[in-house]
């Protein structure tokens, strides 16, 4: 079951579900999203860069976040993703990752971007 996330009832009163592409990107979020300690029950899960936005942005910080998100699809979706490249570009107030990996399944490719921090004006 591809359960929808964030986790709501379609319009049958049933929990809504999702394709397979969509559930995925959705998995990846939730890993850009959680900090490592934050589940209870996996306190190793997530990458932290939702956390990002209160640190001083750097080229430095960019670099040691692509590693982070690398490790954490790698160890939490190897089963159902092939990670191509994982970018992560500083620029003034925005984080900016790109994740493009492979579906194992259907052997699709996908490329999804993620925009952490304030847009610039």
Known sequence: MNVKFPYGFDSTGATAQDNLSDHIRDMVEQILL??????????????????????????????AQQQAVQAALQMWLSDLIKVQSVEVEAEDATLQVTVAYTIIQSQQQQTQQFIFGAPSS
């Open 34 to 63: 959680t900090s490592p300690g934050e589940r209870v029950n996996l306190p190793t899960f997530g990458s932290g860069t939702a956390t990002l936005v209160f640190k001083p942005n750097s080229d430095a910080l960019a670099a």
